[in-house]
């Protein structure tokens, strides 16, 4: 008690006394919560991690936390078909962020200013094989490097890269950027090794003295279609089209060529063929909304110029010109044949109609399973046989870059285990931050930074670029404008908005702690914070 | 000119801080040094609008009179609940007299100062709207009438709160409180009454007034300095929801108070010597509904015996306010 006269005079602050933290029945907690986009990457990338520090203007740790998770930056800010921003929740406030064109400037920063990836802690002692040096097969050596395994890589073609670099043309991926980031995987001791087809997977393992494997090979087989054709019909797959075109010898297809089929090698030929002063016609069997491809690749096909035949089917080849029937939707979505028919003029026929995998090198291993073309895995990527693992689009799963080095990475950290004799067992994952969670008041209002692209009449004749990139100045207000969704950022705003200062702010880069003394719970601090990365708990009384 | 958001900025001046500020861009309430005037313990019920109100203001005006300040306070709930004996939460020097004379307190202190060459102390009263708009009103007005060198804040939270909920001249029109019982054709306290106090003060021409919320924490803290930077009498009007009063969630005292902003229901504006010089453009705009259903003292206007015309009323005070003030983007004020 005070020995100042009765209610005449009170000491300073000695309110402290009275611990109203004894009033709550609920109490505000940090968490971290999964922002939806780091839930979409296939890769598993830590999206909201590396927009953190890009935020701050801090690119390398940005790159750094970015590839401890997908070795390829620079690539995949060109090729992902980024389902993170599909998922990100600034696109219920104004558009989703830029995350792909960041994650390309950064990709790309990496690349000009030289940056290399750590160094292993110290050597396992143990030696794998990866089969295939697509983008699964590369990120799985990456990250079996990176855990300081002795990774061999053992490529049937002539360069690296896989469908990086046969399926995908250079207007979309530029080789040198593959180079770049190939050569930095490389660089961590990967060896490479190239002409090499595996025949047999376990007389490889054995003569190579292998602990493990992890197979990656690909689709690369184009599927055919029996198509009546004459003799002087010129059929070819989309698959060997895209393979020549890094070759010295480019594919010889005619004037009028016609893309058979809807998906993005379809569209990926016929931009290629327009490019090389051909005039491609995809004929697909369907409608543009029923299509495989995406639909900004239809339509930047279209800008360029490639004519597209929905609704059609080819009912025969012949020289020079082929016969094509209009098909109607029935009620289920179906295509129907309606009996009409069409001439269309053809110098070539390139049948873009999906890939198969080439599985004779598992001749003989015993245990495998293969239904449907693909190799059956179990959750942790092992085949039916011990120690052999597989990824990428040999396995079944949707077929993209970003999957494939998505696979990389899970078959490596089970790798890992099983060579360390353990069981790899990834932490729970969060709950999910959905937009509900968020105080979207509190975010500035600012639009979606525009990606420069190509003029059209380059894109029709040149194999450049044709989407740029972000300078420095607008990948920074790019990466800002991430909500980061269940992840604090440090706004400060539990700390001021408390009626009753129990919130203690530790310092930068240190975020906040409650002062359960005196917390009353009321709540504020968790309907004021902007990305939702506080919640109440009841008190248990 | 009125306080200028820092641009682009991720979340800009719309949160307390944020990491990528540069130090001089970042408010008060973000910094580990505010000096917390009401400090914790303090007995104000969870999620206080005038607890939180309190603090921005008397911390702002610390850091704005390095420290030099005397705050004299009249009866209300502010006083009660900071210093209920033998404790006080207040870490400044404080003085309580009676309910209706803080604005004359307030002047004696400053005459004191002044006498005694102490120019670097400055002086701060502060209120309820009770203590502001009713009992203390004549001694306000007295003091706005000579110009004494004091800012006079008042937390309106539009009743009288630590009695019981009674109704003030500050309570809206429809609103129920112990004293305007939701009964009768018209429930609720009637339309027309009250008084504009930020407008009364206007015309007596005085150097600064000015108006804000507890949802705008940059603008609070940037009419607190600016008020501090002025010698003579000032006036802030700060809206405090009441938790208690209101009827409505302890979590949602900052969402109502930007919703009234939002809704035009409470223009933030600042005005110096009678004339308005700046408006806190409202961003989003509301209906009035919007601002009042999670009232649980507007709830007699909705449900079953629902008061659309009411409702309108309302509305058109808020869409008056708009107009007057100029609260959308494209329109200049007409005061």
Same mark, same amino acid.
């Given at each position: ?118 160094? @292993? ?330 990606? @420069? ?89 | ?47 206080? !609008?005038?607890?939180? !109100? ?83 009103? !004549? ?197």
């Amino acid at each position: 008690m005070s020995n100042k006269p009765f209610a005449i005079t009170l000491k300073p602050g000695t309110s402290l006394a009275n611990l109203t933290g004894t009033w709550r029945t609920a109490r505000p907690v940090y968490l971290n919560r999964l922002p939806p986009c780091n839930n979409a990457c296939p890769a598993g990338e830590n999206i909201q991690g590396w927009l953190f520090h890009a935020e701050s203007g801090d690119y390398e740790q940005a790159w750094r936390v970015l590839v401890h998770d997908n070795p390829l930056p620079a690539v995949m800010g060109r090729v992902c078909y980024h389902p993170c921003e599909t998922s990100c929740n600034r696109g219920q406030l104004d558009e989703a962020v830029g995350i792909n064109s960041v994650e390309r400037f950064l990709g790309d920063e990496a690349i000009k200013r030289g940056w290399k990836f750590e160094a @292993p802690a110290q050597a396992s002692g143990k030696k794998v094989l990866v089969v295939g040096a697509g983008p699964s097969g590369l990120s799985a050596a990456y990250h079996l490097a990176r855990t300081g395994h002795r990774v061999e890589i053992h490529e049937a073609g002539p360069l690296a890269g896989g469908m990086m670099r046969f399926g995908i043309p250079k207007y979309r991926l530029p080789r040198d950027v593959l180079d770049a980031e190939v050569q930095r995987i490389l660089d961590l001791g990967v060896t490479l090794k190239l002409n090499t087809k595996v025949g047999n997977i376990e007389q490889s393992m054995q003569q190579g003295g292998f602990d493990a494997a992890f197979l990656a090979v690909g689709a690369h087989i184009g599927k055919r279609t029996m198509i009546p054709a004459g003799d002087a019909s010129h059929i070819v797959d989309a698959v060997s089209v895209l393979r020549s075109m890094e070759g010295e010898d480019k594919p010889m297809l005619g004037r009028k060529v016609v893309v058979y089929g809807g998906g993005n090698t379809a569209i990926d030929v016929a931009r290629t063929v327009k490019r090389m002063g051909g005039e491609p016609i995809i004929v697909y069997r369907r409608t543009r909304d029923k299509a495989p491809a995406h639909d900004f690749e239809i339509e930047e096909a279209l800008q360029e110029g490639v004519m597209i035949k929905w609704l059609s089917t080819i009912k025969q080849a012949g020289a020079g010109e082929i016969t094509v029937e209009k098909m109607e939707l029935d009620e289920k979505g179906f295509p129907q044949p309606t009996g009409e028919f069409e001439k269309l003029e053809a110098d070539s026929v390139v049948l873009a109609l999906g890939q198969d995998v080439d599985m004779s090198l598992l001749d003989g291993v015993a245990g495998l399973e293969i239904k449907d073309g693909t190799v059956q895995v179990a959750p942790n990527m092992m085949t039916g046989r011990a120690g052999i693992f597989a990824g990428g689009d040999m396995v079944p799963s949707e077929r993209t870059v970003t999957v494939g080095v998505g696979h990389g990475k899970k078959a490596a950290r089970n790798i890992d285990a099983w060579l360390r004799g353990i069981t790899y067992a990834p932490e729970p994952k969060h709950e999910i931050a959905t937009f509900d969670k968020l105080n979207p008041w509190y975010y500035s209002d600012a639009d979606k930074t525009v990606r @420069p692209m190509l003029d059209i009449i380059r894109r029709q004749t040149s194999f450049d670029e044709v989407q740029g990139g972000l300078d420095e100045t607008n990948a920074l207000f790019e990466a800002r404008r991430c909500l980061s969704c269940g992840n604090c950022f440090e706004c400060d705003n539990c700390y001021g908005v408390c009626p009753d200062n129990a919130v203690i702010k530790l310092g930068p880069g240190k975020g906040f702690e409650f002062n359960y003394d005196y917390c009353k719970g009321c709540g504020i601090c968790v309907a004021e914070c902007p990305c939702g990365a506080i919640k109440m708990v009841t008190e248990d009384i | 000119m009125s306080f200028q958001p820092v641009k682009f900025y991720q979340t800009g001046t719309y949160t307390v801080g944020n990491r990528l500020l540069a130090a001089d861009e970042r408010s008060v309430q973000a910094g580990e040094q505010r000096s917390n005037s009401i400090n914790s313990g303090h007995r104000a019920c969870q999620g206080c !609008g005038e607890a939180l !109100g309190a603090r921005y203001a008397i911390d702002a005006a610390m850091a704005e009179s390095n420290g030099q300040l005397i705050a004299v306070n009249a009866t209300g709930c502010l006083e009660v609940f900071s210093t209920p004996y033998p404790e006080s939460s207040w870490q400044v020097p404080w003085i309580h007299s009676v309910f209706g004379n803080a604005p004359a307190v307030a002047t004696g202190v400053a005459a004191a100062m002044k006498v005694k060459g102490r120019h670097d102390v400055r002086v701060v009263a502060q209120g309820g709207d009770g203590g502001t708009t009713d009992i203390g009103f !004549g001694c306000l007005s007295g003091m706005f009438e000579r110009n004494d060198d004091v800012l006079y804040i008042c937390y309106d939270n539009e009743a009288y709160m630590n009695t019981g909920v009674q109704r003030s001249s500050a309570t809206p029109p429809a609103a129920r409180t112990a004293t305007t019982m939701p009964v009768g054709p018209e429930p609720g306290n009637v339309f027309g009454q009250g008084k504009n106090v930020p407008e009364i003060a206007m015309a007596h021409g005085i150097p600064y007034v000015a108006t804000a919320t507890v949802a705008d924490l940059r603008d609070l803290e940037y009419k607190v300095r600016k008020a501090m930077k002025i010698h003579g009498a000032r006036y802030i009007q700060i809206f405090v929801p009441c938790p208690l009063g209101w009827g409505t969630a302890s979590h949602d005292t900052i969402r109502i108070a930007r919703l009234a902003k939002e809704c035009g229901m409470f223009p933030v504006f600042e005005a110096e010597h009678g004339e308005v010089t700046g408006v806190l453009k409202i961003r989003s705009k509301q209906p009035i509904e919007e601002y009042l259903k999670p009232q649980k003292r507007f709830a007699h206007l909705f449900g079953k015996h629902a008061h659309p015309e009411m409702v309108a009323r309302l509305q058109a005070i808020a869409d008056r306010n708009i107009r007057k003030y100029g609260l959308l983007d494209e329109e200049a004020a007409h005061v």
